[in-house]
């Protein structure tokens, strides 16, 4: 999404971990030392649009209640927004769904029998346990309602449609 144009507000930004139903990531960022409001504003907010950039293909993206809502409005390529999960189940903080509004020419999909982390490669057997001696939730591990392996074939299917009926249609 940043590559087709969309730039972060960095007041939203700064404020993403204050508010636990948009936090992604922030106990990590927590433990890792990091505070969001100490981020370099003026790099943060700026564009960072690349013209060979001719569609988006966006699967759960993160953070983009911290976009700027007039850099999404501009963006000028087709956009895919593939959210994980029933409209009802999908966390707050990686629905996409408002996307679809400002963004100009984009279209919008869910995956309702996937989990939130369906996109991540599969666990391995002692995934779960090193997850929680780290002091991590194990729910990274849990699927949806199918294996991981199907759903990575159904996105990836998505994916090749949207880029073809995108990409097909440039001249």
């Not at 907010?45 to 988006?56: F, N």
């Not at 850099?71 to 087709?78: F, L, M, N, Y």
């Not at 929680?132 to 998505?158: F, N, Y």
């Amino acid at each position: 999404m940043v590559l087709a144009g969309a730039r972060f507000d960095p007041d939203r930004y700064a404020r993403l971990c204050d508010q636990p139903e948009t936090a992604v990531d922030c106990a990590w960022f927590a433990r890792s030392g990091i505070d969001l409001k100490t981020i370099d504003a003026a790099m943060l907010g700026r564009s960072q649009r690349d013209e060979r950039i001719k569609a988006v293909v966006a699967v759960d993206p993160e953070l983009s209640a911290s976009f700027a809502p007039e850099s999404i409005a501009g963006i000028k390529v087709p956009v895919d927004i593939i959210n994980l999960g029933s409209p009802d189940a999908i966390p707050s903080a990686l629905d996409a769904s408002s996307l679809k509004t400002l963004t100009p020419s984009s279209r919008y999909d869910t995956v309702p029998d996937a989990s939130s982390f369906s996109a991540f490669n599969p666990c391995t057997p002692d995934g779960p346990a090193l997850l929680q001696e780290d002091g991590d939730d194990d729910a990274i591990c849990r699927d949806g309602t199918r294996p991981r392996k199907e759903v990575h074939r159904e996105i990836a299917g998505r994916i090749a449609d949207a880029l073809h009926r995108s990409l097909s249609a440039l001249p």
